[in-house]
């Protein structure tokens, strides 16, 4: 008997707590996107992808000409020459792999150090925000299938938009 009352008594106080929590969602990637920062940090993003992309064109061009220089005086060139600029092409296609593996740990670098400031003042607001109106949980939908179900009532998105403003 007295089992059961401690039972129902555990299950009304976890029922009462459980409603007591506040869930609310942000889009935090439409939050980033209106952000007037954001499209600053995407400006300058993509004009240093232009210039890694530039010069791996440049090499790239430079492997080729030397390439086709190579095909051209393949029967005109000693085998010693035609070896030695054969190890030299290879050590340019591993030149181009290098960079092109090094231009993108180094765009992801970059990219980081403009995001990060922005991420960390969205959850600022998030967290602000959450606090003031008694928010339990507020959920990220902003990763494709994450949550299986939002209510669009509890959407804050506009909310932390307006913030940020």
């Not at 952000?35 to 004009?47: G, K, N, T």
């Not at 029967?75 to 296609?93: A, C, F, I, M, Y």
């Not at 990219?111 to 109106?133: C, F, M």
Request: proline letters at 2%; a negative charge.
């Amino acid at each position: 008997m007295y089992r059961n009352l401690l039972f129902f008594s555990l299950l009304l106080a976890g029922s009462s707590l459980f409603a007591q929590t506040k869930v609310g969602h942000v889009n935090t990637g439409l939050v980033l996107e209106s952000m007037p920062e954001a499209a600053v940090a995407d400006s300058l993003m993509r004009l240093y992808q232009d210039s890694l992309e530039t010069t791996f064109k440049a090499l790239e061009a430079n492997f080729e000409q030397k390439y086709k220089n190579l095909a051209d005086s393949v029967q005109l060139v000693t085998p010693k020459t035609r070896q030695l600029r054969e190890q030299e092409l290879q050590g340019l296609q591993q030149g181009l792999q290098a960079f092109q593996q090094e231009s993108a740990r180094m765009f992801e670098t970059r990219r980081s150090q403009y995001l990060t400031p922005l991420v960390l003042k969205v959850q600022a607001s998030i967290d602000s925000y959450a606090k003031a109106n008694n928010y339990s949980l507020i959920l990220d939908t902003s990763v494709p299938g994450a949550l299986l179900y939002v209510n669009e009532a509890e959407d804050l998105t506009e909310a932390i938009i307006t913030d940020l403003q």
